[in-house]
């Protein structure tokens, strides 16, 4: 079973920079893409930020210049700087990979991780 968790939320004033890390764990034979996607409260999930298996990125025009996305074998990362207090959110990482057991690809989601930005 394919499992992704996540690391690296937390607190921080504005202008503050954090990083998020995503650790996908099983027996995973291909992945097609990985990234970020948040959720305010009251709002819906938005994508953040993605990285293709070709090494193809999109971001949210929001944080273009300020967050930066990467990856490293079955991780991936998020490098968020120049925080704004609209940045609040919970952060979830989304993997859609090819499990080894099966022929098709599949969407997992980590369990969330809390960024807050003060202001």
């Known amino acids: 079973q394919v499992q992704l968790v996540e690391s690296g939320g937390g607190l921080v004033q504005a202008g503050g920079s954090l990083r998020l890390s995503c650790a996908a764990s099983g027996s995973i034979c291909s992945t097609n893409v990985m990234g970020w996607y948040r959720q305010a409260p009251g709002k819906q999930r938005e994508l953040v930020a993605a990285?293709?298996?070709?090494?193809n990125t999109n971001y949210a025009d929001s944080v273009k210049g300020r967050f930066t996305i990467s990856r490293a074998r079955n991780t991936v990362y998020l490098q968020m700087n120049s925080l704004e207090p609209e940045d609040t959110a919970a952060y979830y990482c989304?993997?859609?990979?090819?499990?080894?057991?099966?022929?098709?690809?599949?969407?997992?989601w980590g369990q969330g991780t809390q960024v807050t930005v003060s202001s």
């Open positions: 990285m293709y298996s070709g090494g």
């Open positions: 989304n993997a859609n990979v090819r499990p080894c057991q099966y022929t098709t690809s599949r969407d997992y």
